[in-house]
């Protein structure tokens, strides 16, 4: 699974604002401790990204400097969400759209929005019609409102397949998004396929073609796709 995705679905299981700073000192001790397990340093990642506090901010500040083999990705999301939490706490709403450098790859400005890049697909060996791009927009649009998503910034709507762009909340998964979506789509006539493609960087040329391969018939294949600037 995609280490992004893999937070997203798996780091807001907590109520981070529930513990007290004798126990986030105690999860800053266990999260440098090389006896704690992989798990438990997970849910203490999650937790410290959103308190968004300054104590918090200073535990992910030095786990970030050298973290546990295979949490390198976690640390970094985790210590990219707390800065954005505590920076937008300290600042004015203009002084923190002027900030380049406290947005965080991924993560929108405001609201605590995740940015998320969709590809749903028809059927292998079908195109897609300009009606049903309409049903797409209007039904992922729907969707996304009923789930209180910031916006879906733009959709790129082509014949064999149509990739968009959502500002998502942290506190939802990707699949509470894209399953009931597709669904919706599918009432009028199941044209899209169940499986779909999610990731935090625009895919472009190739890489495109990659995706779509790899979501019709399952092949392993590495590929990066663009980080674009937003």
Avoid at 103 to 110: E, H, I, Q, R
Avoid at 173 to 198: E, R, T
């Amino acid at each position: 699974m995609n280490t992004h995705i893999d937070y997203i679905e798996n780091s807001h299981d907590d109520d981070s604002l529930v513990f007290s700073e004798a126990e986030i000192e105690q999860f800053g001790l266990q999260l440098n401790d090389p006896q704690s397990n992989i798990q438990l340093k997970k849910k203490i990642l999650g937790i410290l990204a959103h308190r968004g506090d300054v104590q918090s901010y200073n535990i992910l500040k030095t786990y970030v400097e050298n973290p546990d083999v295979g949490l390198e990705e976690w640390a970094k999301f985790a210590y990219g969400e707390c800065t954005m939490f505590l920076h937008a706490d300290i600042c004015s709403d203009d002084d923190y759209a002027n900030e380049e450098e406290w947005v965080f790859t991924g993560v929108g400005k405001k609201n605590n929005m995740l940015r998320i890049y969709f590809m749903v697909l028809p059927d292998e060996g079908k195109l897609l019609e300009t009606w049903q791009h309409d049903i797409i927009r209007n039904e992922m649009t729907y969707i996304a409102n009923d789930l209180n998503c910031e916006a879906i910034e733009w959709f790129d709507c082509q014949p064999h397949y149509v990739g968009f762009s959502l500002l998502q909340p942290t506190t939802i998964s990707i699949l509470q998004f894209i399953d009931p979506a597709i669904a919706a789509c599918n009432v009028f006539g199941n044209f899209l396929i169940p499986d779909y493609y999610a990731g935090t960087g625009i895919p472009v040329g190739k890489e495109i073609d990659q995706i779509i391969d790899i979501v019709y018939h399952g092949e392993e294949q590495t590929f990066e796709t663009e980080e674009q600037p937003y």
